[in-house]
């Protein structure tokens, strides 16, 4: 039998030469793929009424679900009403429910409903209005033949917020899948290479010929995503993780063992929530001494909601002078070994420690480039060192790629660095 | 006279669901403009040869030129160079000169060519083949009908160079674009909703019909993208600065009067590069005592490649004892007032900036939320203040948005104050 496909579109003149790219589809297509429905195409369109058309017409005629992003906003440019309105021939009418909910977010930032903004309310008739939560401009649902179009606006965190609340709910109500579902589970990964990755999996995946591997290399490390579409005669429609069936526990299994120096994740965790666990379910506190992450460190762990129960200070010693007066580096340390320097990344984490009195102290000092660099210490060596319960210890990396992804890496493997010594402190 | 348009075709199953994002459009894109081509879609589906055939077809009756991405690699899901051959019943041939090409970069490796990777080879009879000077896979080049088709290997290092070398030239060649010209040129501000910027634009823009108008808002603030195409007799295609004909500039003067109050920067220049400039050239010195933003001013100030010339040092004061051990906030001040307001920003910079001896010190400290807000001081409420050549100021936000939004905004309006206070304190 045939199983539901979808077509993903963004709208926004913006994606095609604004410098912009899609994200919105990731999501998506996460959603979509719980309710057992498989991507076909995700297409990029400008803010053309006629282009629009076009493609929401053909798109209907070969999948079952469409989801478009963008061209619901209230500046002049935003046609998306107006081109789905006559693509599948619907009259927009200003529809008093969505008003109320443009109206009440308009209250919360303080603003008036100006008749630009009323526009948002114009609504397809027959429309099911979604709500948007988190902006101002409603999305909305219908379904035209056999095809359920889902018309969401263009900002990620409310795209991402009315996929997740609205597309699995009207989807499983009007479409049935028949049981069919995504599996899918990932293992992430720090200080390994995407071949070598791929070299220790390859012989283990020829046993499971209906999973399918992904290798994701970026700065965070090398992301191993498993995923394979499974038949349930009782099941209803939605995602479960690889692990939550027999060969896929298997092989966690097998993937763990192999891959194991270097996981320090498994599903959507990223290292600085797997750090942020850690300490707070131990009542650790941390302080951060940076150099040339320049406080990406600190930033990453604040990031995590609560941080501030275990993040006590951080502090960006970028000049000597710093290093000096707020770590108590001595000037002769700094002057035998160099600023960049096992050495010194050990006076800043046991000087960040003693004075603020944590538990953990954390340092990172390197050459983050483009200049600076010499022979014996070129661009993207990187020496971090951490002082704790356990005791001190310093590392030496490394690193390639500009400024930005030498901050990164070195960001990534200084919190890696706090997760190694805790896990293996208690062993 | 209808001008030349394109669709650009991203080949691989990992964009529909691997997590990935096709980042090559970008630059492709860019490439092609500069060719008085524009670019009317983009697209990405996964390694099916029936979906690329059926999409190079549909394609090639709708636009002139096609430029595809991915799927000429050695694996065997690599399918686009089959589907091209059904596509357009081309037969695929083993051509010599693609062979030597593939040999001598498997050569440079050291490895030899094994018949998989022989596959990279064959070719549609007729196409020009395209020399990839960084990787194993060829691309090739071939005019169907009106329509010009770029077939191009997905690795971004391989198409962004292939792109750069051979579409230019072709195009040239084979497609006269009469001297059009593409212009485009963007305007930053901040602290102004979008709605409000377009009501400041539109009746400037009457004057200005073949102008487009593109508004982007984002944490960054609202970015305004002007663009047009012209025809210039004796231009020969290429990209030109909106700013560098006639009525570009005269708009341009305009824009910067009625946005002046919330415009930052002009063109692709970010707010941390601009505070940068202006700290460099005055030789200025910089700390940063950031609170709620958790070291992310820093990091951003500390992304621009000589910012150690500016940035001394920043303290992420998380903790009221580090407050007042770092930067000498009195305790009697944090409780009276709390660590959340006007008087504790105010000591918090001229702490930093007495402390570390620089021309000036800029504080941040706010409620990130989720946890912590109250009615009097509710999640987003952000104090800053700054302390310098000029004197001391204070100011009060209250942002909104998610844990990072409200993190991201407070950084935007960090450095844009001091741009301000330098901007303003010379007047």
Known sequence: MKYPSAHIIAIGSELLHGGRVDSNSLFIADVLAQCGVEVKQKAAIGDHPEEIRSLLVSSAKRVEVIVTTGGLGSTLDDCTREAFAAAFGRKLRLRQKALEMVRAQLHKRG????????????????????????????????????????????????????ARVHIPVLLHKKLMSNGRLFWTHSFNTFGIAETDVQGHLMPLLKNYPSIRIGLLASTKGVKVTLSCWRIEKSGRPGSKRLGSFPEGTELGKHIQSVLGP??????????????????????????????????????????????????????????????????????????????????????????????????????????????????????????????????????????????????????????????????????
Chains 1, 2 share one sequence.
């Open 111 to 162: 603003r008036p409903v100006t008749p630009l903004i009323a526009r948002q309310a114009l609504l397809p008739a027959g429309a099911t209005i979604l709500d948007n939560s988190v902006g101002t401009a409603p999305g909305f649902y219908l379904q035209v033949g056999k095809t359920h179009l889902f018309i969401l606006p263009g900002v990620p965190r409310e795209a991402r917020e009315m």
């Open 262 to 427: 270097w996981l320090f994740a498994e599903g959507e965790e990223e290292i600085e929530e797997v750090v942020g666990r850690l300490l707070a379910s131990r009542s650790f506190t941390l302080a951060v001494a940076e150099s040339c992450t320049g406080g990406l460190v600190t930033h990453r762990l604040t990031e995590i909601p609560g941080s501030s129960a275990y993040v006590d200070r951080g502090i960006v010693s970028y000049s000597n002078q710093a290093k000096q007066q707020l770590l108590g580096v001595r000037p002769s340390v700094l002057r035998q070994f160099g600023a960049v320097s096992l050495q010194v990344a050990q006076a800043m984490a046991t000087g960040i420690k003693k004075g603020s009195g944590v538990d953990i102290g954390l340092s990172i000092t390197g050459i983050a480039g483009p200049g600076g660099g010499s022979k014996s210490k070129p661009v993207g060596m990187v020496c971090m060192a951490i002082d704790g319960p356990w005791g001190a210890q310093a590392r030496q990396f490394q690193f390639w790629g500009n400024r930005s992804e030498i901050k990164f890496r070195s960001s990534q493997a200084a919190l890696n660095l706090v997760r190694g010594y805790i896990v293996n402190g208690e062993k």
